[in-house]
């Protein structure tokens, strides 16, 4: 391959699938290291990656100011047009789609790179914006799926997971956590099919603290989940060794957070990805997803999952929620002391 000077490596979202794309840079990095990197990432979801040591730049992607539903307004038009201006006028030489989705195909088209690299089954005609598409196998997990994608195009695959925090988000955690030992539970999800039962996570913590597994809890999620957490919440304000940081992060700092627990019970959610990027303890309670597909990477004995199903299902909240439902307290108390016992 000719070595390229400027490479742009698309994957905006989800926040968990832009965690879980971190090989495909330090693949880029590690064949050419001299060259300019960036990711065009979606502006709220860019603190996941951006004190990566193997970047060069983010290209922050404005979703929520270009949503479909705002483009009728000026303002909104304007900002999508100057972003498409900055993809075509960056230079780039060679472009990965890892998102395969019409959006990120039409932005590779964009660019009018000389190689644009995606899936040749991309979604929504999303192969249509590149000019080299490879064929990749759909039963693997998505890790392997986009290395596969990199390794199609000559650059050999580095699976390297590893996430990194600035100092003064690893600054900010340890003023919100102590230094005492803590685990995190991270109880909520976009889809109801895929959230444990929040009574469970109770029982869960109360377990946790009773049996002096741990000093501490840090209950984490988004700002817009502090209604998936009740139960929980009653509980840190009770309690002051459960601490509650629901919606009180950054996302720089719940990395951070999470960069220093001593273990991690999650759904099948960003938390889970975060974990397998610093190495962290893990429970993962998958219900509706196929975890060797989407699960924790490298760490499937890490999961515990009640679903026997031959295709995802999150979105199938009728199913997602009474497989969820069907994991006992007792199977995911037993495997948090489990891994607590293991990792000290």
């Known amino acids: ?6 490479i742009l490596l698309i994957r905006p979202s989800a926040l968990g699938d832009v965690c879980r794309t971190v090989p495909v840079l330090a693949s880029l990095r590690a064949r050419f290291r001299d060259a300019e990197i960036s990711w065009l990432v979606q502006d709220s979801f860019a603190p996941a990656v951006e004190a990566h040591p193997g970047l060069t730049r983010i290209v922050p992607f404005p979703r929520r100011t270009v949503a479909i539903s705002r483009l009728w307004r000026p303002s909104a038009g304007a900002v999508l047009l100057e972003f498409l201006h900055s993809l075509r006028d960056a ?16 932005f590779a088209f964009v660019t009018g790179a000389e190689r644009r690299v995606g899936y040749a089954q991309a979604r929504e005609f999303g192969w249509l914006g590149v000019n080299e598409r490879v064929t990749v196998p759909v039963e693997l997990h998505a890790v ?8 199609g195009c000559g650059v050999p695959a580095v699976r390297d997971m590893r996430l990194y ?3 003064e988000d690893r600054e900010a955690a340890g003023a919100s956590v102590g230094s005492e030992r803590f685990a995190v539970l991270a109880p909520t999800s976009r889809w109801a099919g895929k959230r444990w039962p929040i009574e469970r996570f109770v029982e869960l913590a109360r377990a946790l603290l009773d049996r002096s597994a741990t ?7 988004g700002p817009g989940e502090r209604d998936q957490c009740g139960p929980l919440l009653d509980l840190a304000a009770r309690d002051r060794r459960v601490i509650d940081l629901v919606g009180k992060t950054s996302l720089g700092v719940l990395m951070a957070v999470i960069e220093r627990a001593s273990l991690v019970v999650a759904n099948d959610s960003a938390p889970v990805h975060m974990a397998v990027g610093f190495d962290r303890p893990l429970v993962a309670i998958f219900g509706p997803t196929r975890p060797e597909l989407v699960g924790p990477y490298g760490r499937e004995r890490d999961v515990i999952h009640a679903a026997v199903s031959t295709r995802n299902e999150h979105k199938n909240e009728g199913f997602g929620i009474a ?3 069907a994991i006992p307290a007792s199977a995911v108390i037993d495997a948090a002391l489990r891994r607590l016992e293991s990792w000290n």
């Open 165 to 167: 925090t600035r100092a």
């Open 215 to 221: 000093e501490r809890i840090a209950v984490v999620g």
């Open 1 to 6: 391959m000719e070595t390229p000077r400027r």
């Open 323 to 325: 497989a969820m439902k």
């Open 91 to 106: 230079g780039y030489d060679l472009v990965i789609d890892c998102q395969g989705l019409g959006r990120s195909g039409f």
């Open 144 to 151: 392997d799926r986009m290395l596969a994608l990199i390794e």
